[in-house]
T-cell receptor, first 111, second 112 residues
């Protein structure tokens, strides 16, 4: 089992749709979680941190479920500009620092 | 504000040649620094991270090495490149004691 697994994608959605990504992690001692977006041939850019209490930033909502060991990202009212690859990141400090990126989920938003 | 620089942006090198990629951070002190590689169509793999000058942790065995000669400078090197070293090399930084990482623009390396 991979330490961090994401929905394989790609997701093809029309403008205005709501889309949800999930990411599961295997280490229950993991402590911090993030979503990044990566455009083609560019560096990843931080989208948002993820907390158990939920984190909302405009059309984007991230959630952490520690009991089930997954994080989610919800995008409402999708825009063409949301087309990108979305990466989840899981960090662990117990027993030494470890940061693991998911393989990413590709999103295509179409007019 | 903080900025992170990487150079060169692209590089084409023959197999067996040496490599030196540089990353510098401005606007912060004592950052954590990271080197990642992203192979074509793959996820990011952490290669090295550093919490201070001369302090380097290696995540995977390979023919690459890293050095941190100054507080805000991180260098990735190889004595002899392999074909499998091709990829997108990304440097990142975070505030000491935190996990939020910010990435540089990356270097796209092709080994022929």
């Amino acid at each position: 089992r991979k330490e961090v697994e994401q929905d394989p994608g790609p997701f093809n959605v029309p403008e205005g749709a709501t889309v949800a990504f999930n990411c599961t992690y295997s280490n229950s001692a993991s402590q911090s979680f993030f979503w990044y977006r990566q455009d083609c041939r560019k560096e990843p850019k931080l989208l948002m941190s993820v907390y158990s209490s939920g984190n909302e930033d405009g059309r984007f909502t991230a959630q952490l479920n520690r009991a089930s060991q997954y994080i989610s990202l919800l995008i409402r009212d999708s825009k063409l500009s949301d087309s990108a690859t979305y990466l989840c990141v899981v960090n662990t400090r117990t027993g030494g620092f470890k940061t693991i990126f998911g393989a990413g989920t590709r999103l295509f938003v179409k007019a | 504000s903080q900025t992170i620089h990487q150079w060169p942006a692209t590089l084409v090198q023959p197999v067996g040649s040496p490599l030196s990629l540089e990353c510098t951070v401005e606007g912060t002190s004592n950052p954590n620094l990271y080197w990642y590689r992203q192979a074509a169509g793959r996820g990011l793999q952490l290669l090295f991270y550093s919490v201070g000058i001369g302090q380097i942790s290696s995540e995977v065995p390979q023919n690459l090495s890293a050095s941190r000669p100054q507080d805000r400078q991180f260098i990735l090197s190889s004595k002899k490149l392999l074909l499998s070293d091709s990829g997108f090399y990304l440097c990142a930084w975070s505030i000491q004691g935190t996990d939020t990482q910010y990435f540089g623009p990356g270097t796209r390396l092709t080994v022929l």
